[in-house]
């Protein structure tokens, strides 16, 4: 601890503190000019013990006080650190932290990089946190006011997948929260995500999204690109970049961009056959040749954050289908893919293996447990030669 005292012929207050780390055992004794002018009343205090031989008690300023107490508690950081070896970090806000883990998250190249669509999450994550319980330091938030915010978010109603995306996100930054000393332990614990069914479009339904499509002349590359997922079983990202020198209609095959997970995988591209349905739609709807360049849906941008953005009128399609009572639920584009791997299967009958290599599925579980689906029709026609007799 430090003590205030004044310096003869010093206009100024003055800290005493003790070094126990100095080797010097004549220089443990330390002083610290404050800067901070001595009141008049100290003065006064210090001439009349000065008269009567007796130690001075100063009052000093509010100012000083607050310096006192900072430069104790630094010290007293300093002093961990000197024995423990752990180094401790500036007290930070949650939002501040927040802004300290993405600049480090930020920097292309490094193994631990995030993508500006990854960061809006954890950003999303963050003001949750921090509309419900605050913007506090780090340190000071606790078990107690995670299960607040778990509350928060069911009074919010959001999906339980939402919660998970969200409480992942929270959980890491909180495990880098601790590796920087910003607070001791981790208080986040992730709600599981919903194993839901794979939910593929029926074949009958997209048919209706496809043709209404088709039939809306003035918007031809609205249907271009839907069917085109569809043939191909890709995700938006890899429609929006697909490029046109990608497409060998000599070779019949097409090399896809799999922006989504190739980097993660190793794997930025797969070939994907051009079977006679796609290479028509390719040539003579769209009428792509062999040798043109350029991305083969140049009329929408590409938005890296969120590439859905710019396919953004397949949701009022399918509001206008659904109103109309075309289609009986509403559908989204995430729906297509597994919309042909299920056709592929479960109608016709291809080998799952195979699907699972068209798709580039990392593992054939992810094909087995997201793509197939429970096919009530071909079940009914498997089981239709079942007799009272043949069960016994």
């Known amino acids: 601890m430090s003590g205030i005292y004044a310096q003869n012929n010093s206009p100024y207050y003055w800290l005493r503190y003790y070094n126990k780390f100095e080797e010097d055992p004549k220089k443990k004794r330390k002083s610290l000019n404050t800067k901070i002018p001595i009141t008049e009343a100290d003065k006064k205090r210090i001439t009349v013990a000065k008269a009567k031989y007796e130690k001075v008690a100063l009052v000093g ?36 932290g927040y802004e300290k883990f993405k600049e480090s998250r930020s920097i292309p190249g490094l193994r631990n990089f995030l993508k500006q669509k990854t960061l809006t999450t954890y950003a999303l994550a963050v003001d949750h946190f921090i509309i419900c319980l605050n913007d506090k330091y780090i340190y000071q938030y ?6 607040q915010l778990l509350f928060y978010f069911e009074k919010k109603g959001l999906s339980i997948n939402s919660r998970s995306i969200y409480t992942r996100a929270l959980k890491t930054l909180w495990k880098w929260f601790t590796e920087q000393s910003y607070t001791n332990k981790n208080i986040i614990e992730t709600v599981e995500a919903e194993e839901k069914d794979p939910s593929p479009i029926p074949l009958d339904e997209m048919y209706s999204i496809v043709d209404y499509m088709k039939e809306k002349h003035s918007q031809k590359h609205h249907y271009w690109i839907i069917y085109f997922m569809l043939l191909t079983g890709v995700r938006p990202s890899s429609a929006i970049v697909q490029l046109k020198e990608d497409i060998d209609f000599k070779r019949k095959y097409i090399t896809i961009n799999n922006v989504k997970t190739g980097a993660r995988k190793g794997k930025k591209f797969y070939r994907f056959p051009l079977y006679p349905e796609l290479e028509r ?37 399918i509001n206008t289908l659904h109103a109309s009572k075309i289609i009986q639920e509403k559908y989204t584009l995430k729906q297509i893919r597994p919309t042909l791997a299920s056709y592929l299967i479960n109608v016709y009958s291809m080998d799952i293996y195979d699907v699972k290599r068209l798709l580039d599925h990392t593992d054939i579980k992810i094909t087995d447990k997201h793509y197939i689906s429970y096919n009530t029709q071909r079940v009914r026609q498997d089981m239709k030669t079942i007799t009272y007799k043949s069960l016994f």
């Open 142 to 147: 606790s078990k107690d006011d995670y299960a």
């Open 281 to 317: 739609l390719l040539a003579e709807d769209i009428g792509v040749v062999q040798g043109d360049k350029g991305r083969l849906f140049d009329q929408f941008s590409v938005v890296p954050e969120n590439y859905t953005w710019p396919l953004s009128f397949w949701k009022r399609t």
């Open 61 to 96: 300023t509010p100012g000083l006080k607050k310096l006192k107490r900072e430069f104790d508690q630094g010290w007293a950081e300093w002093a961990i650190m000197n024995n423990s070896g752990v180094k401790l970090k500036k007290d930070l806000k949650l939002s501040e």
